[in-house]
């Protein structure tokens, strides 16, 4: 095993070899992260010098070949946790630039910036990432690290309109879930935005069933509702106005709203703007 990471070294990388010439950039993907993962998986069976490890992070962090980057990051993650680094904010920008956004999170929450570990998430070109969010927010809540929480604060004040145009439910489930996230400190957040304000309090107040389903299939906010209005019987039977959501119609049946008013009264403010026809 020694004698093939040897062979790769001197193959992939300049350092051992101008022979590295001869490889395409997804072959010298695929090759170093094949050589530092045996050697991240099999030390000390397999030795490499201090100068040998650096040069072939180096090659990792730097080769351009998107086809290779989860392999090239695999093996980067692997000799991070076999050799720390003494300095990890050293690496912030160079794991940023190679598209390593898993090593990146490490990076932030070893730093204990929570708020920026949850951000790559959001910066990560897979959508399935953006998504992840909201189970990262959960687990991170369930440490009960007081730096945590203050983290995911912060990044849910200053990523709303994101998370929103994410996925709005999965983003209301989620503050209703981590108690130091608010929906009134949310709300206010997003009233520059009036349209993102109207998804996040259309989910809050008048979920859809199917609207996971609907959202993990679009990345756009819709600026219409096509849903009709719930069936709440004639008008003229009940003597009430019909309201375009469940949340504020006074059958004697239903529970009274766990949210303020004005969370309703600007509900129906956006709905006649963005949606006039379920009014």
Same mark, same amino acid.
């Given at each position: ?7 790769? *070294? ?5 350092? #051992? ?21 045996? $050697? ?6 397999? $030795?490499?010098?201090? +100068?040998?490890? /650096? ?18 990051? &695999?093996?980067?993650?692997?000799? *991070?946790?076999?050799? !720390?680094?003494?300095? $990890?904010?050293?690496?912030? +920008? !160079? ?5 390593? *956004? ?5 990076? =932030?929450?070893?730093? #204990? &910036? $929570? ?11 897979? =959508? ?29 004040? #200053? ?9 709005a439910e999965a983003f209301v489930r989620t503050v209703e879930a981590v108690s ?10 997003l009233a520059n935005h009036p349209q993102v304000q109207f998804a996040y309090l ?6 859809? !069933?199917?609207? /996971? ?5 679009? &990345? ?12 709440? #019987? ?8 019909? =309201? !375009? ?15 303020? &008013?004005? *969370?309703?009264?600007? =509900?129906?403010?956006l709905l006649c703007q963005y949606n006039p026809g379920n009014v």
């Open positions: 095993m020694q004698l093939v990471v040897d062979t790769l *070294f001197v193959l992939t990388t300049p350092v #051992g070899s101008d022979s590295s010439g001869v490889l395409t950039k997804r072959q010298n993907g695929l090759l170093s992260s094949f050589a530092l993962t045996l $050697y991240a998986t099999r030390f000390p069976l397999i $030795y490499l010098t201090d +100068e040998v490890v /650096a040069a072939w992070t180096d090659n990792l962090l730097q080769l351009d070949d998107p086809s290779t980057r989860v392999e090239r990051e &695999q093996a980067f993650e692997l000799l *991070f946790q076999l050799n !720390p680094p003494q300095s $990890y904010a050293d690496y912030i +920008e !160079p794991t940023r630039r190679a598209g390593f *956004f898993r090593v990146l999170e490490s990076i =932030y929450c070893t730093l #204990g &910036q $929570y708020d920026l570990a949850l951000q790559t998430h959001l910066d990560h070109p897979d =959508y399935v990432q953006h998504r992840a969010v909201f189970l990262t927010i959960k687990e991170l809540a369930a440490s009960k690290l007081p730096t945590a929480l203050e983290g995911i604060a912060k990044f849910a004040r #200053g990523s709303a309109v994101e998370l929103v145009e994410t996925d130091t996230l608010n929906h009134n400190v949310i709300v206010a957040t259309r989910s809050l107040l008048d979920p859809s !069933p199917d609207a /996971a389903a609907r959202s993990a299939s679009r &990345q756009n906010l819709l600026a219409t509702d096509e849903r009709a209005p719930p069936n709440i #019987g004639l008008a003229d039977e009940q003597h009430i106005v019909v =309201y !375009p959501f469940r949340s504020l119609v006074p059958n004697s049946d239903q529970r009274s709203s766990k949210h303020p &008013q004005e *969370f309703h009264e600007r =509900y129906l403010e």
